[in-house]
Structures are given as C-alpha cells and as structure tokens.
C-alpha cells in the first residue's frame, strides 16, 4: 500500500494550493481518507476527513471555510483545495487512510511521507 502526497509548495499569505493524494494497492473507496499536518515544534494535527462515498466530510477548525476536501474513487486520488492561505498554515501535510472515521494519527491504517507546504507572510 502507498499514499503520494504530492502539491505542496512555497506560497504567499492570501495564496492557493492544491494538494493530491494518490492511492495505490488498495481500493481507496473502502476507506475514510485524511489530512493531517505537522509544523515544526508542534504535534500532528488533523486537518480534514472525507467518508468513503464522499457524503460526509470533517474540517478542523481553523480550516473551514477555507479549505475543501474531496475525492475521485475511479482515480484513487484524494485532494485539498487550500484558498486563503495564512502563515500558521505552514507544515508538512500528510494523507492516511482508515476504514472508519478518526481525528486521531495513530488511528490510521496507511500513510505517505507528506509534502511542505510554506506560507510566507
């Protein structure tokens, strides 16, 4: 199983970015797919989660309304539409996968190896 992370980049305040989750060796309709982010000196948080059928999707707080979950089962790809970028957004980015809902890192079943996203004020 393998989780790419892929998108990730240096950005302005106020900027965009997409990121893509790409799956492989497992059927990722059968899994909640995440994000999670880790900056430096700090815990890895969650960042969003969508359900298996796209029906259900969880945002953490200081996300909503900015960034934007989704996924295309038939590509076994997840992304992250992240609008509005802000400073404190810097981290490295991860996605996981498990197959019912958790906020939790050590919850998750499969992972990748994250990308740096880097907002500059």
């Known amino acids: 199983v393998q989780l790419q992370a892929c998108g990730g980049g240096l950005v302005q305040a106020g900027g965009s970015l997409r990121l893509s989750c790409a799956a492989s060796?497992?059927?990722?309709?059968?899994?909640?797919m995440n994000w999670f982010r880790q900056a430096p000196g700090k815990e890895r948080e969650f960042v969003a989660a969508?359900?298996?059928?796209?029906?259900?999707?969880y945002y953490t707080d200081s996300v909503k309304g900015r960034f934007t979950i989704s996924r295309d089962n038939a590509k076994n790809t997840m992304y992250l539409q992240m609008n509005s970028l802000k400073p404190e957004d810097t981290a490295v980015y991860y996605c996981a996968a498990r197959r019912a809902y958790s906020r939790t890192w050590d919850d998750m079943a499969y992972w990748g190896k994250g990308t740096q996203v880097t907002v500059s004020s």
């Open positions: 060796g497992l059927t990722s309709s059968n899994y909640y």
């Open positions: 969508i359900s298996r059928s796209g029906g259900s999707i």
